[in-house]
């Protein structure tokens, strides 16, 4: 599996560093690091979310991509976290969470996001 991260946004450096720490069985990447981001990542989508491809080749983004993450973590608790965003009961409210702060990442502390604003 490969996480792909923009390198120009601080709050995605900073998450995609702490996710490679966590002892994950995906590769954080930053985004155009290599052939497979140019064509599997839809340009659109990842103004919103970070992509990850999965093994078998097919792109899931944002909370999904997340919990898929962190559900290989050698860490218990971090795997338990990922099983609930990809859960029925927690998915809905960890993608309104996500999606406020993809909205406002250029608002918050330590973000250097040049990703195009929506207006």
């Known amino acids: 599996m490969k996480l792909y991260y923009d390198p120009d946004c601080g709050i995605c450096t900073q998450a995609g560093r702490w996710l490679a720490q966590q002892e994950v069985r995906a590769d954080i990447l930053p985004a155009w690091s290599d ?3 140019s064509s ?8 919103r979310a970070i992509p990850l491809v999965t093994d078998d080749g097919h792109t899931v983004y944002g909370v999904v991509a997340v919990g898929l993450v962190l559900k290989t973590s050698q860490h218990r608790s971090l795997r338990v976290l990922g099983r609930c965003l990809l859960s029925s009961i927690g998915r ?3 993608e309104k969470v996500y999606a406020l702060i993809a909205q406002n990442r250029w608002r918050l502390p330590g973000s250097t996001c040049s990703l195009p604003r929506r207006s």
């Open 35 to 37: 052939e497979e981001f």
């Open 92 to 94: 809905l409210p960890a």
């Open 40 to 47: 599997k990542v839809d340009p659109q989508r990842f103004s």
